[in-house]
């Protein structure tokens, strides 16, 4: 007869040799074919959609080959505040001076390429969206959030002129970008640009304006289509022949004759909503560049 220890003791030893001798348990092996089914995937989105765009007629470039290459030269401490924040800055024409601006609402003007701090100027009270040299080098345009437009003398480092305009029906608007363009291709006459928003939750135009070079009073300004959307980009010709204008909700881009401000070509991106695009003009004919992510557009527009 065994006894109740008997039986406990070859429980036990029951348990341990099944222990002992049981079969290892199977792991699930990982299969990375899920990852890589992820990148085939994104791979095939980006290929069908590239292949959009050239059934579109875009220009599709590989984003990973730079178009240029960068060196890195130097770089300075611009302001110590807890959270530093440089919006805008531009190299002037004759690659003397460098404008920088910021959340501070200081304009910092340093001399190039040794970038020794020439002005330090208390600009806006808030902070500067925009700037731009004159083609002579001899101006400099800030325009900020608090709804001003500024020119300074660039050697003396002082305000030039403010340049003011009495908008439609006593809405409240914005200047947004603004650009210096050469007349006729001379440096030392030019014309400014601007675009300007409305402010506020109602839906008038947004504006395109000319100033007049020396006493930057607004010479004329034309209207985009009621409910069109706010402008967001703003860029002139080497020559001065042509501004251009982009949308910020539709994706349209209009190009004007800088003279007459009479509209030259219109195009409607519907896909797109951000970018940047330049003008050129080669002879005859103008060249109208559009970038948006690794995407480029160009139109040709001959200008007799």
Not at 37 to 60: M, S
Not at 146 to 174: F, I, N, Q, S, T
Not at 291 to 297: L, N, W
Request: aromatic content about 10%.
């Amino acid at each position: 007869m065994y006894t109740l220890t008997d039986k406990i003791t070859a429980y036990f030893k029951l348990c341990i040799f099944r222990v002992e001798h049981r079969r290892p348990r199977r792991q699930r092996r990982r299969e990375p074919q899920r990852r890589d089914c992820g990148r085939r995937d994104a791979k095939a989105h980006i290929q069908r959609h590239q292949a959009q765009e050239r059934a579109d007629g875009l220009q599709v470039r590989n984003p990973q080959s730079p178009l240029f290459p960068v060196t890195h030269l130097t770089f300075l401490l611009i302001h110590s505040m807890p959270e530093p924040y440089q919006k805008v800055c531009r190299l002037s024409p004759n690659n003397a001076y460098l404008a920088t601006g910021g959340d501070d609402g200081v304009l910092r003007v340093w001399s190039f390429p040794d970038l020794y701090r020439t002005h330090e100027i208390e600009a806006h009270e808030k902070e500067i969206d925009d700037l731009d040299f004159s083609p002579d080098g001899a101006r400099l345009a800030t325009i900020s959030k608090d709804r001003r437009c500024l020119v300074w003398d660039v050697k003396k480092g002082k305000k030039h002129a403010e340049m003011g305009w009495d908008p439609p029906r006593g809405v409240k608007y914005l200047f947004k970008r603004v650009r210096f363009a050469r007349v006729e291709g001379d440096a030392k006459r030019y014309k400014c640009f601007t675009i300007s928003n409305p402010v506020g939750a109602s839906k008038p135009p947004s504006y395109l304006q000319r100033w007049d070079g020396k006493t930057f009073l607004i010479e004329k300004a034309v209207s985009s289509p009621e409910g069109g959307g706010s402008l967001s980009a703003l860029a002139v010709s080497d020559c001065g022949t042509f501004v251009a204008t982009g949308s910020m909700f539709d994706g349209t881009v209009e190009i004007f004759i800088a003279f007459s401000l009479q509209v030259r070509e219109q195009e409607l991106l519907k896909r797109h909503k951000k970018g940047f695009f330049s003008c050129t003009k080669d002879s005859i004919i103008a060249s109208v560049h559009i970038v948006i992510g690794p995407v480029s557009k160009s139109y040709s527009i001959r200008t007799f």
